[in-house]
């Protein structure tokens, strides 16, 4: 195999790779991909290109302390909506929710906050529903930390 920008050939290599992501380096190991030692440039296949990308995303989060999917996931289900409904509360295009649950897509830290907020604050969630026009299909959950004066979570 050939390198596309500069012809010399490519030799497969788990070496160490780096990668900018939103403005940001990762170094990433273990990921398999052809490298070409002329140039720099290297191809990958697309399933390991997956795997780069989800390791990525998933130290992206790590430093920012972002929600995992499985955490997004549980803030929606316990607010009783589907992924349509929780993106017309966020203001979100479709499919994005569901890139988040996946974890094929990372969210912005605004969005993050926002989740948190309409995790924890019932009050938050519910006007969200409401100013979007959203049913939950069941009463939702809201598990939120008691503090002084805490009151319990209300259907919305």
Same mark, same amino acid.
């Given at each position: 195999m050939f390198c596309p920008e500069c012809g010399?050939?490519?030799r497969e290599t788990c070496e160490t790779m780096r990668e900018a992501y939103r403005g940001e380096e990762f170094v990433i190991e @273990? %990921?398999?991909?052809?490298?070409?030692?002329?140039?720099g440039e290297y191809m990958i296949d697309i399933n390991d290109e997956v795997?780069? &990308?989800r390791r990525i995303h998933e130290e992206y989060a790590r430093r920012h302390?972002?929600?995992?999917?499985?955490? %997004?996931r549980s803030i929606? &289900?316990?607010? @009783?909506?589907s992924q349509k409904q929780f993106e017309i509360m966020l203001g979100v295009s479709s499919p994005t929710v569901s890139r988040w649950e996946t974890g094929y897509m990372?969210? &912005?830290?605004?969005?993050d906050n926002l989740m948190r907020l309409v995790g924890q604050l019932p009050g938050a969630a519910t006007l969200l529903m409401r100013r979007a026009g959203v049913t939950p299909r069941k009463t939702p959950v809201i598990d939120f930390p008691p503090g002084p004066g805490a009151s319990?979570?209300?259907?919305a």
């Open positions: 010399a050939e490519l @273990g %990921i398999r991909h052809n490298q070409c030692d002329s140039c795997e780069l &990308t302390d972002l929600l995992s999917p499985a955490e %997004i929606r &289900t316990s607010l @009783g909506v990372q969210q &912005t830290l605004m969005a319990p979570a209300r259907e």
